[in-house]
């Protein structure tokens, strides 16, 4: 077994460590199938090994090939450390500066088992968030950051670590690109090349980015979504009855069990992989598993008849689930579900994202390795299947939403019903959760922020959890509107449910939606904890990219921009740029991610807190940058909310002067000055 100072030293070269090859008992990868032609293939294994001197290249260049011919990918598993990976206590890291240790702190988190949805792959979820393209990268990585002093910046090229440059203090520490291919190559069969020769990478958005948390990180935005949805689509506060079906316990969909406890309701969650679904049974955020529709049909009747909270785990394909609704409707009248959404991870369809009905999940693994083409075929026909039965039960009542995971894109270019007549681009029958809900959230500043106590301490969490509680019930008194106060109650409530439910999986992290007063309070009231002592180790603050100003997507994020700039990345490249130059720990810029290569522009970042006033002045600097960007922009495109909420923020911080639009209040104007030209 290693220990963190050998993990430190750099690619153990000097004594090979044993070829383990795939570890047996835990999940893996889907066998990917890049095409690689004779040329790219030798391209795949010379670029591999290149990291190691000549004289291994005999032992290593037929072990690698066997893993690409078998696997797809140069994982090179040989590499995968002999050490229990988690996040250790951050004194524990052998490190020159601080930053880099918490670094380390939250890549070992990402690649926990616990956490990670396929470890030894370096994918921390999403089926395709790569952490690092393969384990030499690792191991370079955490000695670079061994050695780092402040007066160096790490830069990372899609998993690669270029090395460490001259820079100064109060530079990032790491900067970070994941997939920045040229926009006419970004497309998914050359990613699937570009993976496989070693060049590029897909970080999902918090797995390259090293700030994942684990399940956590979504069960807050699946909490607020679904009470949202109750409140929009059912005009209830209590969802005590309802009943939410939904599919996908791997990665960041494993939080949905646990939101759907913590928002009151009934959640019935459909899942393929039986070791994904026991993962969450164990760790306590499935409350019950069945493999038997009948079984899962008569515990839904009881749970909605008594109003109690459930989560089941269905162990089957959502597309059985949902035709099987359709069928209690029929022949009964009774509806039985009241909201419904999908989690299958839609942005990588036909590489293990999205399993067809017609197979077992054994079936289509092994048809997606052999046969690309007739797995293709297969998933398109159960994506129109599965909304032909959404669609019959929507007729009757039942309300549904994209969760922006790609289903409603995919399920389009799949030829299911799901146009909306005199739609934009990016509309369909139904709504993206953000254009119906999280849209109005984040155009009013809030979004998902999150911190992680380095000490590994549980004691620091709680204390950390009382200042951001604090923080929130002065909020409330202030002379806020009642939509900003509904948001800081629902943070409230959300943190006493986290405490009760134990949502840690991993480091001793948080996560709260909040806006950019509360942020910057919760950062300057933690960053003092740590310096009278009360807080007993750094805190890293960082967010999910999928916030107020981190993602340009026109089938997520921006959905609900509609001047025609949701096609535009600009705002993600200049808060990537904007962390960088005020102050932030790292910064990471990403292609991909959400709902899929090439449809998405994001980026985050990590904040080191650790007491000092630099520390303080940093925080309240990055993170009014970091709300006030997309609030600006979502302004300017005609949010209302967006409008009043940076005029706010303007008067505030009178440094801050925002474009504000004029709107065009009579559309005759135009249709008068267009009809000249015709």
């Not at 039985?336 to 994202?353: A, E, I």
């Not at 999986?505 to 009231?525: E, F, T």
């Amino acid at each position: 077994m290693s220990s963190l100072k050998e993990i430190c030293s750099g690619l153990p070269l000097h004594a090979l460590p044993k070829n383990r090859g795939r570890k047996i008992g835990i999940p893996h990868a889907p066998v990917r199938t890049p095409n690689l032609t004779e040329h790219e293939e030798k391209l795949a294994l010379k670029n591999s090994l290149r990291y190691f001197p000549p004289d291994l290249h005999p032992v290593l260049a037929p072990e690698f090939a066997d893993e690409l011919r078998h696997y797809g990918h140069i994982y090179m598993y040989r590499f995968c450390p002999q050490i229990e990976m988690r996040a250790y206590p951050i004194q524990e890291y052998p490190c020159k500066v601080m930053q880099a240790a918490a670094i380390m702190h939250m890549i070992m988190n990402n690649l926990d088992p616990a956490v990670a949805q396929f470890p030894q792959e370096l994918v921390t979820y999403g089926g395709n968030g790569q952490v690092f393209s393969n384990w030499a990268q690792f191991w370079l990585v955490m000695h670079y950051l061994s050695e780092m002093t402040e007066e160096q910046t790490l830069v990372m090229y899609s998993g690669h670590p270029l090395g460490l440059f001259p820079s100064h203090k109060n530079a990032p520490r790491l900067v970070i690109t994941n997939g920045m291919v040229i926009p006419n190559y970004s497309s998914r069969d050359e990613y699937e090349k570009l993976f496989a020769m070693g060049v590029t990478m897909y970080g999902q958005m918090t797995a390259g980015s090293y700030c994942y948390i684990g399940p956590q990180g979504i069960v807050h935005g699946t909490v607020l979504t679904v009470l949202n949805a109750g409140r929009r689509y059912l005009g209830v506060e209590n969802l005590a009855g309802k009943v939410f079906v939904t599919s996908g316990l791997g990665g960041m969909s494993g939080a949905q069990a646990k939101a759907a406890v913590i928002a009151g309701c009934v959640g019935i969650i459909a899942e393929v992989d039986e070791a994904a679904l026991l993962k969450r049974y164990k760790q306590g955020w499935l409350m019950e598993i069945t493999d038997s529709l009948d079984h899962c049909i008569a515990r839904l009747r009881k749970a909605k008849k008594n109003k109690m909270a459930l989560s089941l785990g269905y162990h089957g394909n959502v597309v059985d689930l949902w035709e099987r609704l359709v069928a209690e409707f029929n022949k009964t009248g009774d509806l039985l579900v009241d909201l419904g959404s999908d989690q299958t991870s839609c942005h990588n369809p036909f590489k293990g994202g999205y399993y067809p009905v017609q197979l077992n999940f054994k079936e289509a693994n092994q048809l997606m390795a052999n046969n690309t083409e007739e797995f293709k075929v297969l998933v398109q026909e159960s994506l129109r299947r599965q909304v032909a039965a959404i669609n019959k039960l929507s007729d009757q009542g039942m309300f549904f939403w994209d969760y922006g995971n790609a289903f409603l894109l995919e399920a389009q270019r799949a030829g299911a019903d799901v146009g909306k007549e005199g739609a934009n681009k990016g509309e369909f029958r139904y709504p993206s959760y953000v254009q119906h809900i999280m849209g109005d959230i984040f155009s009013l500043g809030f979004g998902p922020f999150r911190w992680v106590c380095t000490s590994g301490n549980p004691e620091d969490l709680a204390v950390t959890d009382d200042v951001a509680k604090s923080v929130l019930e002065d909020a409330v008194l202030q002379e806020v509107n009642d939509s900003v106060k509904q948001q800081y109650r629902d943070n409230i409530r959300w943190i006493e449910e986290a405490r009760r439910h134990n949502l840690v999986v991993g480091s001793q992290a948080r996560i709260l939606y909040s806006d950019q007063n509360g942020r910057v309070a919760i950062a300057r009231a933690i960053n003092q904890g740590i310096a009278e002592g009360k807080i007993k180790g750094p805190v890293v603050l960082s967010r999910d990219h999928h916030d107020v100003s981190g993602t340009d997507s026109p089938y997520r994020e921006t959905s609900n921009i509609y001047d025609g700039s949701a096609l535009c990345a600009d705002m993600a490249v200049q808060n990537f740029v904007g962390d960088a130059l005020r102050g932030a720990t790292w910064v990471a810029l990403h292609n991909g991610g959400g709902v899929g290569w090439g449809e998405v522009i994001n980026g985050g970042f990590g904040l080191v807190l650790d007491g000092s006033t630099q520390a303080e002045e940093c925080a309240k600097m990055m993170l009014s940058w970091d709300v006030s960007n997309g609030v600006a922009r979502r302004c300017w495109s005609g949010n209302d909310n967006a409008y009043e909420t940076i005029c706010q923020a303007m008067e505030k911080d009178k440094k801050l002067k925002v474009t504000l639009p004029h709107k065009v209040v009579d559309d005759d104007i135009l249709k008068q000055a267009l009809l000249i030209f015709h």
